[in-house]
């Protein structure tokens, strides 16, 4: 037999005669297919235990996964060949303990919220692969590495040294934020994949046969980018917020990698090497981005291609050919050095109006102190 458990949220509010139903329902169909457990509801979460047989119990789990009642399921813990059962009375009880006073449900109740507010932190700090294992019942230790064919994408902010010399601390972080948002966001929406944020880089993959959504991402980042300048305030840093966006293609290594005692689930190979330094191109070729001839070969008619060049990238023999697209939001307005320009006098403008700021509140003090 199998034994699991899983937390999820309200996908909207339920009345009790709702939750109710769902016990009547669940005791119905459970008898029929030899499930029991039980089910706590407590400020818009579920946190219920099933159990019975393994291929019922993950039908089951299945079903839950998609009814629209819930949002966020995460699998807490999944037990096979289990001997005996914890409820082996209830085909389904359902016990609402935002309505149950008893005093020894309050602890239960505090500890399903704080249950609760962790697996939102998890979710916005784990790997979605790992947390789509987690969801599913996997233990995501047991994931194995293997080959596979991605294509990589790299992003990197222009003239960002200078920023972290010149900029406040918080200034930094909203535009780092408003960087990742983007990126994350534009990724997402075409199939790919952020694996990590290093620094003020993002590195993200998609299927080796995706290349056009890849390509289209990236020129979604770039169009957000430019509404992003053209937005906001004219004292503000994200007026100068741009980047320079590399991709390739090959085979990697995916999988857990680490020690014993701390594990990422990573992408490892030659495409990883290419994409960061074809990246590091854009401000050679003044170009937003750029792509490799492996990308290339996957990409459709609709995409008017240009050759940059054949380059050596640094950590590797071969040559490696240099690409990007006749678009107004790949192509650079101006050389690199005067884009860099260009950063280097709004972060001096940012930089003299602080100091101003700077001096008027330390005036305001020193008026106050008499």
């Not at 596979?148 to 972080?173: H, N, P, R, Y």
């Not at 990246?279 to 008017?304: I, P, Q």
């Amino acid at each position: 037999m199998k034994r699991l458990t899983y937390i999820s949220n309200f996908s909207r509010s339920l009345t009790r005669k709702e939750i109710e139903n769902i016990e009547i329902v669940s005791q119905t169909n459970n008898v029929r297919d030899g499930i029991t457990g039980v089910l706590l509801s407590c400020s818009g979460i579920f946190f219920q235990i099933l159990e019975g047989d393994d291929h019922r119990v993950d039908l089951l789990y299945e079903k839950i996964l998609k009814d629209d009642r819930h949002h966020q399921v995460l699998c807490l813990k999944s037990e096979v060949n289990i001997t005996e059962r914890f409820f082996p009375e209830w085909s389904m009880k359902a016990i609402l303990i935002d309505e149950n006073n008893e005093f020894l449900l309050k602890p239960i109740k505090i500890l399903l919220q704080s249950l609760g507010e962790s697996k939102m932190a998890l979710a916005n700090y784990t790997h979605s692969g790992i947390l789509q294992a987690i969801e599913n019942g996997v233990n995501p230790l047991t994931l194995t590495p293997r080959y596979t064919e991605k294509i990589i994408f790299f992003a990197d902010i222009m003239g960002f040294a200078s920023m972290t010399e010149k900029l406040q601390v918080t200034e930094v972080a909203e535009l780092l934020n408003q960087f990742f948002t983007i990126c994350t966001s534009e990724i997402a929406a075409k199939g790919g994949e952020v694996t990590k944020f290093i620094g003020d880089c993002v590195m993200a993959y998609f299927d080796g046969d995706r290349a056009n959504e890849a390509l289209q991402a990236s020129l979604d980042i770039l169009s957000e980018l430019e509404i992003l300048r053209d937005r906001s305030p004219v004292n503000s840093p994200l007026r100068v917020l741009y980047v320079g966006i590399g991709l390739s293609k090959g085979t990697v290594l995916e999988g857990n990698i680490g020690s014993q005692t701390k594990k990422e689930y990573a992408i490892i190979g030659d495409a990883v090497n290419v994409a960061a330094r074809i990246e590091s191109l854009t401000r050679k070729l003044n170009r937003f981005l750029v792509f490799s001839a492996a990308v290339r070969e996957g990409l459709s008619d609709r995409w008017k291609l240009l050759k940059m060049g054949d380059f050596y990238a640094k950590g590797r023999e071969a040559i490696v050919e240099v690409y990007s697209i006749d678009d107004p939001l790949a192509s650079q307005k101006s050389d690199f050095h005067h884009l860099k320009q260009e950063i280097n006098e709004q972060l001096e403008l940012i930089g003299k109006q602080t100091l101003v700021s700077y001096k008027q509140r330390k005036t305001l003090f020193k008026l106050y102190d008499r």
